[in-house]
């Protein structure tokens, strides 16, 4: 009984589960083929076709993997067919993806078409959908010709349901619900605004596609009919149909499944249901239901709409007096009813609207009208089922766990909790924490998180940005406009999920909030009564907060999430109640935290990848007692984790620096060999210098060099300057907001007080070299040789293998070095290559600007000069460059091109040479040389000291957002001019941290 009166008696609403037909062959799931027609039209064009086809696709892709053969349509004033039986489902999406809009529209041609395939194939069970505008050249046609289609299907025993979704803003709703009663059961019509809710609309439509198979009608005595609504539900099909208790007397039950029909008596047993949900569902539910079944013929609509009047008054008084009781549910029951009252009123008022414009002069628009709301009513019905298929029923369940907070309730000790002293209180409700469990709440920590654009469930790929002091008891979070949803999920929240979209700050939303935006929360352990109803909630919300969606949660979410929420706590606040609640997570999920833990062990001895090390290092402070090699694991995943943090820069000298290898002094013995056998090029330059006529061709003569060998078995004295820089300001990046402030907080959680890198053990000048040589390597060297291999395996904490790496690493650089300085030289094989490799090796500028002398830009030799400037341990590379770049030198013209008569070189070339040879200028000496480039390296050098400065024209994957904010509008010409380059380099002009330490001293 649903207490909706009329003249006709009260109505009830009949339940059953509908019978299987016992005779004769029966039409299964696997029997159904999928029809879809897409419009591809001239008013189609655009943004329409491009969101039909990917409807069309979608639904394909998901029919795909359950086996269901796919029919298309693509229509204009023509059609073409395309089946997944005859070409397969991918040459099919293939297909559709090339689709173009143009041509008039004709639904007729491939309404025609369609009956010659259901006779082609004996098709018995069809899903059929249209996605269109509407807009239709036989429009007229169309709709007289529906009622000859039904027709059509009743005699070739073909069940249909057809369904649409309109497109466009100028769509045909009349005549595209319409065609949604072309079958044997009236289907659904939706309209995709541009750039809508496209997977909403699919999902809808899909939840349907296997309910066609089946259908029944409840035959009363006197011959009426009545539509029965059919949902799976746990392998079983369930009926429901809204009767009259006047007609109960003698009814029979009609199923149809394909060619079968079979009629079953009904026996009809009363119930009065006590929950509030079924009734609300039921009640909705029988408004859209009278409602559209009254709309089924144009000529009597209007008349049965008037006779519905009492009883569409007395419904709507039957849904206010829910809505009331709703008020006292717990909240996520209130939430997931309040679409039900939105939705039916919003039925009820089209309905009075329609009433009070038409009278019983209803128009096919306001047939449209109404079936439209209607049919939103029916989908949010079967939403729940759909979520429950997918999530299962204890996933479901584990969500609305009402039923279990109430048997907390009542084994809870009420008067031991109130007596308990309690100062955690809700920031919004005010209630302390043990007032709030008596109402079977619990608080909770409100955080703010920054989701991946894929919402996949991954808890590594959510971060957590900022952490709140106050608290906030779950009820309050989500009835407050805190609360966030996606789309067309079962319980909406006051704002909808946009990714990107940065949510407001959270004390615009409620007074006595943060500045900050809230955007999740997690339950906290505040007693152990409190977390009897807090940890109910744990599930859910680890859902919410990583995937928007309270039915989200997998189990690596429980293992890793909260110990994210923990170290984003230990830098801000709260971190003693996160320490609490992580204890009581580990206790109950004690075996999967220490399987983690022995997982991250395994690949840290590996050598391979840790998706997060300091969750590792929280995780051990709980399960380190379980693990006797915790200290040096600890140690070594503070290794790793500096080494994935900290950017070194890619200069190929960083390795020289690091080793505090002096190198000018190994390759001053091979330079001098070089001087001893060549000709100067300082007296050509003098003469010109001092107008002398020298008419002397120069000829750099092959140079032979003879590379001692070098090896170094002392001890470390002293660590470079470089070294001690990076050593020395390692505990910067320790603190606040700094790169290993994670790590470093976590550490200290262990007990461990990272405040140098001695603390850790590193004491020996070895041993600190050979922690920033591994992690220099490590991370820039791609190559796999001797070098590498022997860097990677050092162990920095153990000194006696670091001293024999640092001796091994020094002799190896050296005469890599030497090596590397002779074969540049021998790679010079032309007397053009020879000059330029004397002018790069020279230590006389005279003999330097000797050796360009008389040589023009354009000339095939010139590219050797500009690209020997790229070889490191270059003496003089500053006033060298500047010799081409300015094409003088002391005054005295050296390129002999007039225009320009110089050297300019492209962005890519100066970063290189710049990045290469930082240290050996200042940026005022850049600027000199580089006379072209003053703003570049005003602007590299400000980003160095930590400024921000925007990109002219940034790429579109910019890792910084506020380079695209900061160019919102264009840049005027000049600067345009100024900088065409500067978007060549963005990804070559970064530095290293340590080479901003040194611009900083």
Known sequence: KIACKSDSGEHMAIRFEVPEITSGQESTESDLHAIFAVDKSGSMSGRPIKDASAS???LTNKLRKVDVPVTVYCFNQNFKRYSSEELGYDELVHNLEDLKGGGGTNFSHTFKDYEKLIQEKKLKNIFFVWLSDGQDGSR????NQIETHKQFLEANNVTVVTHCIGFSESHDAELLTKLTTCGTSTGTFQYVEAGGRIPVAVNNVYALAFQSSLWARLVTESSASYRVQIERENSQNLGLVFISENELEDCKVEVHNGELVQEFPVELVRVESKDIKELVKLVSGFVAFVISQSLESLDTAGAKLTELKDLIEESQRRIGELETRAQNLRVYKKISLEPFFRLANEVIQTYYEVLQSSGEGISTVDIATLNGVCNKLTLRKSLESKVIKEVGTEAFQSVFCEDQID??????????????????????????????????????????????????GDPYKVKVETVTSELVSHDSFFSSGLFESKAGTLMPGKRTYKHGEEPPKASSVVQGLPETPINAVLPLYLSPQHWEVASLRVKPLLGYDIDVDLFGFNETQLVVFPFKVLVTALKSCNANLMKDTCQAIYNENKDKV?????????????????EDIPLVVAHLYFAGSEFPETQSVLKHLFEKEFTKKFKFSQNRQKLVELLGINIDEHLKVLRDQVASQRVSCSEKFRNLAQNIQNNQEIKPALIEIEIPEYSFEGRVESVSDSVLQILSDINTYMQNSGKLEDIANTLRLNGIEPKSLQELGLVSNEQKIAFLVKAYVTQQFKVQDEFTEKAKRVDPFDEESSLEFVRYAITHTVNSEMKAFKSNLLKATTEAERLAQQFAVTEDLEDAAGCVLGIGVGDPGFPYFKNTLLQPNIPHIVQKVQMLTSGKFQGVSLIKDKNPGHWVPGAKIVSKIWQIHLQKGTKEEWQA?????????????????????????????????????????????????????????????????????????
């Open 929 to 1001: 040389a580089f006379p072209h480039k003053q703003q570049y390296f005003e602007h590299q050098y400000a980003r160095m000291n930590g400024e921000f400065v925007p990109y002219t024209k940034p790429k579109k994957n910019v890792k910084d957002p506020r380079h695209i904010e900061s160019r919102s509008q264009e840049p005027s010409k000049e600067e345009s001019e100024e900088l065409e380059d500067e978007e060549e380099v963005q990804e070559e002009e970064e530095v290293g941290e340590e080479d901003v330490l040194n611009l900083k001293r």
């Open 56 to 58: 069309a696709i979608s």
């Open 140 to 143: 007229d046609w169309m709709m």
């Open 407 to 456: 048997q907390v309730l009542e084994n809870l000790d009420k008067e031991a909790v109130l007596q308990t002293e309690a100062t955690e209180k809700c920031a919004i409700s005010g209630k302390l924490w043990k007032e709030a469990l008596l109402d079977g709440d619990c608080l909770c920590l409100p955080f703010y998180v920054l989701r991946p654009q894929n919402l996949v």
């Open 594 to 610: 220490l399987e983690s833990i022995k997982q991250s062990i395994q690949k840290l001895h590996e050598n391979s990848e840790i």
